[in-house]
């Protein structure tokens, strides 16, 4: 859109030139004149996101909004290195034509129907969420087996059934995560804001609460997707029979597959035993790295992972987190959050009213907020204020709004990694992401609604 990049600067002068106010730092001021440029070139896509995201660097400079080398931080960030390492290890699964093998041995044990595949991926993420606590990793798990799936049933490139594929991964991923405790890290945030206010939280508590309709959540998302991308047919003469032959004519398991899946499961353990070793996601992902490319046992080198590596997600991605801790470190997310609050006049509201007014709200803020961490760190503050200056049990208004915090982040490919990650394959537009995020939203607040008013309520959470 040729008008993206003026409209784009007219929106950022606005609001710089807007008065101040009172509560919010001069700095703050500025990081909402840049969210505010950066955002409209973010919607427009009026030039390449890789571009808008690198350029959030120079502008947050010269808008003196941070010094450099905090400008750069976002870059940084494990949370980049992670996705580079996943597009790494998805590189030597296609490579070795592992990927290509476990499609067809998934192919032939669900299906060759697309409402059968998609479901596999739902029910996959729904167990690897109890495994891996980390919706980043669970994506880049399942991510070279949906890209497999997608090229051997419809073909390389953007087609319906590879928008409906990758977004059914991501979002069904993000849903499920509220109901679990160390499936995201909000949720640990939430159950530690909590603590501060005296309330303990334990893993069976939170799966208590949060399980039932995240659950519930994560099949409607499913059913959403399936509605608004209808997939295409397979190729017509798709079939068991043609995953014997295709496998018969791949042979046995060859030396590389071996060895590239070894380093796979070495990682996949790393990522699950996590909590217990507490071993960093992103080391262990790159020290699979590193085994993948070793002399005689690896099966990959430079040439062929420079040429299969998306490398605008590194710019995507650390620019969209460099924006979000400006955002929370100059108090601008934290001033958004409480005009949104007095504006709407959430304080004046009863318990009931105010914890439905509260779910709403939140959701729809996640268009705002880069990174489900950074908004649960600058909002879940707000939230435990406003409930004890309302004299309510912090628990009636925190643990809802983490769970929607961490479990929500469906409106926008910035929102969250995996969002980041599907749109780095280059199958999906920005437009994707609102076009099944604002129903699903919609949808998730009816949901949380009926289950503050019935399930909650019968449990005990308020009365």
Known sequence: MTWGVPLAVLVSVLVWFAPQPASLSLAGHHALSLFAGVFVLYLTEAIPLAITSLMVVPAAVLMKVVPVKEALTGFSSTSVWLIVGAFILASAMVKTRLAERITWHILRTIGFTPTRVTLGITMANIVLAFL????????????????????????????????????????????????????????????????????????????????????????????????????????????????????????????????????FILVLLGWVSGAWTKFDSTVVCLVGVGLLCLPKFGVLDWPYINRHTSWQVVMVAGGGITLGDILMKTGAAKWLAVTIFHGLGLQALGVLALLLALMVVIQYLHVVFVGTTAMATAFLPIVLALAQTAKIDPLVLVLPAGMIIGGYPVLMFYNTLPNIIIYGTGKLKVGDFPKVGVLISFIACVVYALCAVTYWRWLGLYS
Request: with cysteine.
């Open 132 to 263: 891996i606590p980390s919706s980043t990793a669970r994506t880049a798990v399942l991510l070279p087996v949906c890209l497999g799936i997608a090229s051997v049933m419809c073909g390389e490139g953007r087609t319906k059934f590879a928008i409906n594929l990758l977004l059914t991964l991501a979002f069904t991923n993000a849903t499920i995560g509220a109901g679990i405790l160390t499936a995201t890290v909000p949720n640990p945030v939430t159950v530690d804001f909590l603590a501060k206010a005296g309330t303990h939280i334990t893993y069976t508590d939170w799966l208590l609460y949060g399980f039932p309709p995240a659950l519930i959540m994560t099949f409607v998302t499913w059913f959403v997707i399936q509605r608004i991308f209808p997939p295409e047919a397979a190729r017509e003469g798709l079939g068991e029979s043609v995953a014997h032959e295709r496998l018969a004519e791949m042979g046995p398991t060859t030396n590389a597959e071996w060895r590239a899946f070894a380093v």
